[in-house]
């Protein structure tokens, strides 16, 4: 545990004072290994979201460390986590946050700039089974289609780390599993660690790793030694 | 691994941004454009045209000054003036009423250099004749007033303030004139060719001129505004100056100080000693003006550069405007895309590239369109906005010169400053975390909309006020833009006004229908005697040819004036031409003048003379045998021995004889011998000599023997006379046969004769020589001594007067005999007038307008303003206690009443005093003012007519104007003014006309400038709701409800905006304008029409009725699938 890739120890964060004071994450201590998929499992407000934040260097702790390979990402400057942000982070949100006018494409090209080594646009295009679409706007294809580009945004960038927030929380079922069959495959064809924040329970069998938070405490941190395929994940 | 180059995919959007955003970003562009055409355009022009003005001196060789007189100073006092460090020019003009005629209504402008010459060689004009022009319109609009035109006609002028010709050449003939440009061209229509009529007489228009002293043509330097509507400048040829010089000509100078490099102070002191050198030598200071307070020098550059600063700060102004717009428009496209910027930057991209990638289209916009708007400016508005001066001033002819500094204000230094409040502003709404833009916490809206609002209020009200709330920063900017744009159309509509309210005021003020100011005081009651004696006066120095011809005499006049004795000889021999030619003659031949008059004191020998002159046949003897002295010395001698002249006559009758007694005394041998042979000698010898004799010497023998005793004696006494004697004979006897009569004539007088002839024969020597002249007359001169002979003894001593005087007295006599008639009787007249009393008016007036006519008298003074360092020209007036005029102005006791306006432009304490200045004598006033009354536009002082002669020292009785009921007859020589109140009128004409196209402009950027602020901020706001919006039609909303909830609100606020910014705009318009008039002289009230206020809430309405009908498309065309569409 002591050597993996994503280390958080004795992690802390709150919210507000006094009598609004809310513990979000209570003394969480955990390690992931490069290339693992995890789920972070756990209800609305038990801390997924900032645990994600934090280990993204979007917000800081209030105490612990975060360690991503040999970075302490508490240690780092607001300036310092941009350039880790830029150099080792992937993001996928919910709502996908695609720039309107620019197309599929494009908008995986605004993080492929920001890479001094980008994955290949044509190959990821193709594996992300947008080359189709790759020039059409946000608004002229789907939901699923429009976070596949979310994921192409992230990945080209060839990220050591892929933090995704509830990426198939606004999709149908199918679509769900098209996407978490596409992080599977992203996982194995580039080796890339992926903390995905979820509530969505059947999930967690296609990870490597299962956290489940509750009111800011971790109370499941778990390997999975029987990993199902994505696609075959049922809910 | 090196990163591969790659470019910014960002940079897509920006077409794409531009493109779905064209409404936002085109009102802009426009606004920059706009923005930067108008004021490069006109700052170009502006800038270039100072330079023009820059150039003037140097190359027109303006004065450094000049100074009028009322009355033509003497050369004593003009000497003394040089002495001061100057250099005068004689710059007399005249002013006459200038009619035009009535075919004079050309287009055309001929003031662009490329279309016209500027050598006064050149004859050729670019005659634009037959396009309509705005001066055609000019013409038209101010035809009514021709009438009421005035000429200041120059005669040639050739060392200061030389003339530019925009056109044509100049006067050559009597009948040719250069008209001024702008009254001309642009006021009045005119062109080359064209005829004008002064005093009666018609002038062809030969050259359009721009005299580099009159740039703006004031009449009067202390007027608020100039006036090219109804007055003009001209040249004339000398010949038609002589011709149309009257008493209405003005002696004014120019100079130039000899040290050009005289400091402010020093000039200033070197003006002070000339003002002190013409008041020591009596000459009447009527202007004094020194070149840097010559309106019509400085006016023009002051009013260009003052423009350019206005124009500058309004760029500005606008710049910033702009500014906060598209921080604000920026700021709404960050918050919309407030989680595509929080992946962004949770994705690694730094804040300072999205800041770059959000600041770079609207700098982009912003860029192009100041630099487009510099290239519209300077290619196609320079010109246009050259006009706006060239409209107003008379200058050389326009030409652009290039300025870079333009560039830097109007394209640089607004995109610096547009970059500068963008990239704060973007810089203060980037200062979110990516978290806070994830979660779309970047946004104030949220936080101004979570307000809790009254439970009070009605849905739809508490819906609008959530509008507003959400969109408070657009809606503040929204405020502060119409409140500029308001100003700007506020400013635009009411500097008229504000002129045309002091006018009117200012008309108030004008206490009288009628007022005249008087150079001196004028009496309107007297004599039909006394009025003949002041008409004969004006005469003398009014008619300008007359005087000029005799002026030499009218001074001689004016020095014998005081010798009463001689000018009453002369006045009575003066009757006489007579005698008076005579005695010019006479006095012109110094010699026999004097010859004459000491035979005239000698009376005895003048009544011979005089009888003698009656005998002209005696007088031409004696003057014929005066001229041989020899002879007349005889007849003197041989006057004593009358037998000596018997004898020698008697003998000289016996030639025969007296030849053989002349041969007997030659042969004397030869007688004797014969004489003895007679006697019976026989001696041989005498003999011999006997027979040797002819036949002829024996006959003449035989004659010589036939002597009588008487002969014999005669003979004999002949022989006893000395030589002398025998030669004075000899003469005697040779004479001619005249002078043999002229003798036996002067023998053969009568005794009284005689007896005058041996008187004049006895003068001494000086009467001899004098006789001899006097004897040697010519026939005048012989007439003219007879004449002044018989004088009798009043013109004899007449004559004697005059002739006793010295000689610059005579020559002053001269002179005065060789005075007009006319004149000379109205110098005679004039010579009663009493000058120590006031003069009388010449002119008949009606009684009734005489009783009603007040006197009053006027002075200026300079008194220190409360803002600025320049001083305020006013007026004192000196008038009567009960004035029937003033009657809301309690001078009496000592009391001084302020004007209102003099109050309040000088921050004058009522009961403590002011000091006010006489620029003119340098003199110091300590003014106590105890009340204040009339308005605001009264600048004036008042006190009684006695307070202000004790003030300025002037007699008891001054006074130097009338105030009347109706119009007075007054000699024009005396009258310096006539104001009427409708004068004050042509003020807010001229302004209109000059100023009407600036104000205009104003008014008209106003409006698209609030279009277009008005259109940007609220359909932002629109588009901010458009989901809202999409709901509100989701869940049954018609549009029109939707559109009561979104455009409802923004109506009131641009309503509100309206009416609340009114007082700021109010107090921003009045400061402005009060800084805009403090540098006039005169008191400006600002007010603004009710009726501007109504217009500004109306074109306001109307331009926001225009941008709610397109947001009102523009909800219409809210999709509902946007209420459908995912958003976090």
Known sequence: MDNGFLRVEDLCKHYGEGEARLEVLQSITTSLNKGEICTLLGPSGSGKSTFLNLVGGLEPADSGRIFVGDTELTSLNDKDLVEYRRRELGFVFQFYNLIADLTVQENIEVCQYLSDNPLPMDDLLTSLGLWDHRKKFPHQISGGQQQRCAIGRALIKNPSLLLCDEPTGALDYNTSKEILTLMEQVNQQYGCTIVIVTHNDAIKHMAHRILRLRDGQLVEDSMNTQIARACDLEW | ????????????????????????????????????????????????????????????????????????????????????????????????????????????????????????????????????????????????????????????????????????????????????????????????????????????????????????????????????????????????????????????????????????????TIEEDMIDALSTHNATLNTFIDAADNQGIGYAITDVQG???????????????????????????????????????????????????????????????????????????????????????????????????????????????????????????????????????????????????????????????????????????????????????????????????????????????????????????????????????????????????????????????????????????????????????????????????????????????????????????????QEDRELMDAVERLEDRPELLDAAERLSAQSELMRWVSWAQANPLHVAAATRVAAGSTDPTDLAYASALSAEERAGLQLLSTIDAQTQADMELMQSIDEQ?????????????????????????????????????????????????????????????????????????????????????????????????????????????????????????????????????????????????????????????????????????????????????????????????????????????????SNESDTNLYMSLSDFNALFDNDTDYFNGYACESELVLDSRYTAQHIQPSDMLKMSNQLETSMGKIMYMMMAMAVPIYLILVYLLTKTVIDRSARSIAYMKVFGYHTKEVDGLYIRPITYWVLLSLVVSLPLIVFLLTSLLIIVFMNYSGNFPIIIPPNRYVALVVVGMIAYAVVAFLHVRHIKAVPLELAMKVQE
């Open chain 2, 725 to 933: 004697t025998r030669a004075d004979l000899d003469l005697m006897s040779s004479l001619d046969e005249q002078t043999q009569a002229d003798l036996d004539l002067i023998q053969n007088v009568d005794e009284q004769t005689r007896a005058d002839i041996e008187l004049f024969q006895d003068v001494d020597e000086q009467t001899r020589a004098d006789l001899d002249i006097l004897t040697k007359l010519d026939e005048q001169a012989e007439a003219d001594i007879d004449l002044l002979i018989h004088l009798d003894e009043t013109t004899q001593a007449d004559v004697d007067t005059l002739r006793d005087v010295d000689d610059t007295t005579q020559a002053d006599i001269d002179l005065i005999r060789e005075m007009d008639q006319d004149l000379l009787d109205d110098l005679r007249l004039a010579a009663d007038i009493d000058e120590d009393a006031h003069v009388i008016n010449s002119q008949p007036n009606d009684p009734q307008a005489i009783e009603h006519a007040e006197k009053y008298a006027v002075a200026s003074l300079e008194i220190e303003r409360a803002m600025g360092s320049k001083m305020e020209s006013i007026t004192v007036y000196g008038i009567q206690p009960n004035s029937r005029y003033w009657t809301d102005i309690p001078v009496a006791d000592g009391h001084v009443v302020a004007g209102r306006g003099l109050v309040e432009k000088t921050k004058a304490d009522i009961g403590s005093s002011v000091e006010a200045h006489n620029v003119r004598t340098g003199d110091n006033y300590h003014i106590e003012i105890a009340e204040c009354a």
């Open chain 2, 307 to 625: 423009d350019q600063t206005m124009w500058t700060v309004l760029l500005f102004v606008l710049i910033l405007i702009m500014a906060f717009v598209f921080v604000v428009l920026t700021n709404a496209t960050i918050e919309a895309e407030s989680s595509v910027i929080g992946t962004m930057l949770a994705s690694g991209w730094r804040k300072s590239e999205i800041i770059v990638h959000y600041m770079v289209l609207p700098l982009a916009v912003g860029f192009v369109g100041v630099s487009i708007g510099l290239v519209i400016g300077v290619v196609g508005l320079t010109d246009t906005m050259r006009g706006l001066y060239y409209h107003s001033y008379s200058l050389p002819p326009y030409r652009t010169i290039w300025d870079w500094k333009i560039v830097f204000i109007t394209t640089v230094v607004p995109f610096l400053l547009l970059s500068a409040i963008t990239l704060i502003g973007l810089v203060r709404k980037m200062h979110f975390t990516p978290l806070q833009f994830l979660r779309h916490e970047a946004s104030t809206k949220k936080r101004n909309a979570a307000m809790s609002l009254p439970e009070k209020l009605s849905y739809p009200v508490r819906f609008r006020l959530r509008v507003l709330l959400r969109n408070a920063s657009h809606f503040v900017t929204l405020f502060f833009g119409i409140m500029f744009a308001s100003l700007l159309l506020l400013f635009g509509s009411c500097m008229l006004p504000v002129v045309q309210n002091y006018t009117a005021e200012l008309m108030k003020t004008v206490a009288a229908p009628h007022h005249y100011v008087l150079k001196i005081p004028v009496e309107l009651n007297g004599t039909d005697d006394e009025r003949e004696m002041y008409a004969a006066a004006l005469r003398v120095i009014e008619d300008r040819d007359r005087y000029n011809d005799n002026k030499a005499a009218i001074d001689a006049a004016e020095r014998l004036e005081d010798n009463l004795s001689l000018m009453d000889a002369l006045e009575r021999l003066q009757d006489n031409n007579e005698l008076m030619d005579a005695l010019e003659r006479l006095q012109n031949n110094t010699e026999l003048s004097d010859a004459l008059e000491r035979i005239q004191n000698n009376s005895e020998l003048t009544d011979a003379l005089g009888r003698l002159q009656q005998n002209d046949d005696v007088l031409d003897a004696i003057q014929r045998l």
């Open chain 2, 1 to 268: 691994m090196a990163r591969t180059p790659f470019k910014n995919p960002l940079f897509k959007r920006l077409p794409r941004e531009f493109k779905n955003n064209l409404g936002k970003y085109l009102g802009m562009f426009l606004m920059f454009v706009f923005a930067t055409a108008f004021t490069s355009g006109f700052l170009l022009s502006a800038s270039s045209i100072e330079k023009i003005i820059d150039e003037m001196p140097g190359k027109y060789a303006i004065e450094d000054g000049r100074f009028s007189c009322d009355f033509e100073p003497s050369t004593e006092a003009l000497d003394a003036v040089k002495a001061c460090g100057v250099s005068l020019t004689e710059d007399f003009y005249c002013e006459l009423p200038l009619i035009l005629s009535t075919s004079s209504s050309h287009g055309g402008d001929v003031v662009n250099a490329d279309e016209t010459t500027n050598t006064q060689d050149t004859a050729s004009t670019s005659n634009t004749q037959g396009t309509e022009s705005p001066a055609s319109e000019a013409n038209s609009a101010s035809a009514q007033s021709t009438t009421d035109i005035t000429v200041r006609i120059y005669p040639p002028r050739l060392s200061v303030n030389l003339p530019e010709y925009a056109a044509g050449r100049a006067p050559q003939s009597p009948s040719e004139i250069a008209l001024d440009r702008v009254f001309m061209v642009e006021n009045h229509g005119l062109d080359i060719g064209d005829t004008v009529s002064i005093n009666n007489r018609d002038f062809t228009i030969c050259g359009i001129i721009t005299f580099p002293d009159y740039q703006a043509l004031f009449a009067d330097n202390a007027a608020f505004m100039f006036d090219a509507l109804s007055f003009c400048v001209a040249t004339v040829s000398d010949e038609g100056y002589q011709a149309l010089r009257t008493s209405h000509e003005t002696f004014n100078y120019s100079f130039t100080f000899n040290d050009k490099k005289l400091s402010l102070a020093e000039r200033t």
